[in-house]
């Protein structure tokens, strides 16, 4: 048990500043070595739970655990640190570096070492030879600057990486690309994969599909 999601209930402010509830008594386990992906129409929630998931925000009420302990008692930052790495549908890459400065400087963040090299074996990993690696993020195509975003976050060594629709920008093939690495990183390397998807076609590939419907994951 790698991340547990244990009745966790979520609201923003709505109209005269009642809460909103956009989660409510949501609870769910996600094992080590599984891609799982969370369906779910439009304002569902899926964004809502990732980033609780990923521990950029707090439930209002409810508890989220890594391996048994409560993220607040880990420090959301350290947890993200860590333990936990998100790729954004929009990258989120800085702009005016080349695909390794970006890798490297997610790195020096983490206090990761290996410098160069490490960066260049994760970048060729997930598919970007170092001829490309050296060119800034610009450059590259949309599903290139994805495969950046993702070496990104796995060369930060992390057991859970989360992604929010992670393929939306992309074509069948890369898309299916991308959808491989998901794979062969949980099922070779026991990573604990969460994708958010409106893809039928990437949950059907995922080992598990979870659907987010009235505040509860189904
Ligand atoms: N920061 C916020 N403040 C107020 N309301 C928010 C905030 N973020 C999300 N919401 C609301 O919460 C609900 C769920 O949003 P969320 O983005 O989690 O859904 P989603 O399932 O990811 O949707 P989509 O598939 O369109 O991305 C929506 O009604 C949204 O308007």
Not at 112 to 132: C, T
Request: hydrophobic share 35%; proline share 3%; net charge positive.
């Amino acid at each position: 048990m790698v991340l547990e999601i244990d009745t966790v209930s979520h609201s923003y402010p709505g109209r005269r500043n009642k809460p909103r509830w956009v989660l409510k008594k949501a609870s769910h386990t996600f094992e080590a070595g599984t891609f799982t992906s969370i369906l779910g129409p439009s304002g569902s929630g899926k964004t809502t739970l990732l980033s609780l998931a990923s521990g950029l925000d707090t439930p209002s009420e409810g508890t989220i655990r890594y391996r048994g302990e409560d993220l607040r008692g880990i420090g959301l930052s350290r947890y993200r640190r860590r333990h936990a790495a998100t790729v954004f549908q929009s990258y989120n890459l800085l702009t005016y570096m080349t695909a390794i400065q970006n890798v490297r400087t997610a790195m020096d963040i983490t206090g990761i070492r290996g410098g160069r090299k490490h960066a260049l074996e994760w970048l060729e990993r997930v598919g970007i030879p170092a001829d490309e690696a050296r060119r800034n993020v610009l450059q590259l195509s949309g599903g290139q600057q994805q495969r950046v975003a993702i070496a990104r976050a796995l060369a930060c060594d992390v057991d859970i990486l989360l992604a929010d629709e992670p393929t939306g920008n992309l074509d069948t093939e890369t898309a299916d690309q991308i959808i491989d690495i998901f794979r062969e990183l949980a099922h070779e390397r026991g990573t604990c994969v969460i994708v958010v998807t409106h893809s039928h076609h990437l949950a059907r590939r995922s080992d598990r599909a979870l659907t987010l419907s009235k505040g509860r994951i189904v």
